[in-house]
Structure formats: structure tokens, C-alpha cells
């Protein structure tokens, strides 16, 4: 597995009910209080999105400098138009590619499977 080390969702993407539009990934993925899961991960653009355990979607927009991005989780049940809860601005850990962290508050990390050459 190889770790996403940049990231971020479009949030047009994020905001729509049919999320799984993007080419997703198969991957293993790790979010603050829900611990480590087998995920797809759909990379859209600037960002991406998976789908977590318990039925939300989870999406990460990069922001244009790169340096920092914001995530937001999106209600299995959200409607066209419904305003997704902003997790915060989260920037990449450090010694840890594909990892974003707010503090020690919130932490997501995405790895995607690479096919072998």
C-alpha cells in the first residue's frame, strides 16, 4: 500500500448525494475515535472522500497553497443542500505521509493500494 500523501474533495462532491462518483481506490484508512477501517477511497480533483464504519462520508478539501486543508462529515442521510459538519482546518502531520491532523483533536490518515509493476 502506498499512503495518499496530498489530498482534498471537491466540495461541490461532497455536498451531492452520489459521492461515489470518482474513481475510488481500495485502501485502509484511520479516523480520530473510530480507529482503523478498510475504506475506498474516491479521489476527485483537489481532495477525497471515503466512506466511514458508521454510515458517514468523510471529505477533505486541500487548499490552494497545499499547505492545509478542511475536512467534513457528511450525514449518511444529508439531502442535496444540506451543510456538511466542518471537522476544521487540518494540516499534514509531520513523519507521517497521508496523515492531517487539527491538533491532537482530530486525526485522519488514507492509504490506497498500488497495483504491482
Known amino acids: 500500500m502506498t499512503r495518499i500523501s496530498w489530498a482534498a474533495a471537491a466540495m461541490a462532491a461532497a455536498l451531492a448525494i452520489g459521492i461515489a462518483v470518482a474513481a475510488a481506490a481500495p485502501g485502509q484508512c484511520t ?30 478539501a486541500l487548499d490552494e497553497d497545499g499547505a492545509g486543508g478542511t475536512g467534513y462529515l457528511i450525514d449518511m442521510d444529508a439531502s442535496p443542500g444540506k451543510r456538511p459538519e466542518e471537522v476544521g482546518q487540518l494540516v499534514p502531520v509531520e513523519g507521517k505521509p497521508g496523515c492531517w491532523a487539527r491538533d491532537d483533536e482530530f486525526r485522519f490518515c488514507a492509504m490506497v493500494e498500488q497495483a504491482e509493476e
Do not use: E, H, K
Open 31 to 60: 479516523i480520530s475515535d473510530l480507529g482503523s477501517f478498510s475504506c475506498d477511497v474516491a479521489v476527485d480533483g483537489d481532495g477525497l472522500t471515503f466512506s466511514l464504519p458508521d454510515g458517514r462520508i468523510f471529505a477533505f
